[in-house]
T-cell receptor, first 114, second 110 residues
């Protein structure tokens, strides 16, 4: 069965520091992968997605993610974190070819120190 | 364009009651999916509706049912509520490879 693991439940970084959030997936075929962000009391906002092609994907708000098939990973990165990036981040894999049925990881809560 | 809208924002129900949650998709979107997000967890797929029919279903009991209307809007119904049904219920609408989530309905079962 498809699954997504986010090993880090909480991460704290200083403002201006770099960030990497880990995501590992289990999926039999070529996966469609997503990163979403959720601020308190808000719905989910798509940061970026990987369907095929270039394994380094650029997203909104300065985020990028790299698909590594050999490691079954899709880690999210940002070179310089802003205080407004504090939120919950979810990695997800699509269960269907349309990419609209998702299984999510448990999330990583990012806290940003001033 | 209002995006995906959900109503109500919050509601409180008692164990054993029934609840209906509503979702209006983004303009042009014909597919609606529902997710349950328990506190501190990632969302879990409940089911998806397309052309007024349930197309796929996740690992949820029959107490969870839904409906899609000709205008693509959708309802999620939960019968015989349990304390464990307390969660944020998210609706997502999609067309082709574009999907957007609504802000959710916070359901509290007491």
């Amino acid at each position: 069965a498809q699954s997504v693991t986010q090993p880090d439940i909480h991460i704290t970084v200083s403002e201006g520091a770099s960030l990497e959030l880990r995501c590992n997936y289990s999926y039999g075929a070529t996966p469609y992968l997503f990163w979403y962000v959720q601020s308190p009391g808000q719905g989910l906002q798509l940061l970026l997605k990987y369907f095929s092609g270039d394994t380094l994907v650029q997203g909104i708000k300065g985020f990028e993610a790299e698909f590594k098939r050999s490691q079954s990973s899709f880690n999210l990165r940002k070179p310089s974190v802003h205080w407004s990036d504090a939120a919950e981040y979810f990695c997800a894999v699509a269960l269907n070819n349309a990419g609209n049925m998702l299984t999510f990881g448990g999330g990583t809560r990012l806290m940003v120190k001033p | 364009d209002a995006g995906v809208t959900q109503s109500p924002t919050h509601l409180i129900k008692t164990r054993g009651q029934q609840v209906t949650l509503r979702c209006s998709p983004k303009s042009g979107h014909d597919t609606v999916s529902w997710y349950q997000q328990a506190l501190g967890q990632g969302p879990q797929f409940i089911f998806q509706y397309y052309e007024e029919e349930e197309r796929q279903r996740g690992n949820f009991p029959d107490r969870f049912s839904g409906h899609q209307f000709p205008n693509y809007s959708s309802e999620l119904n939960v019968n015989a509520l349990l304390l464990g049904d307390s969660a944020l219920y998210l609706c997502a609408s999609s067309f082709a490879y574009e999907q957007y989530f609504g802000p959710g309905t916070r359901l509290t079962v007491t």
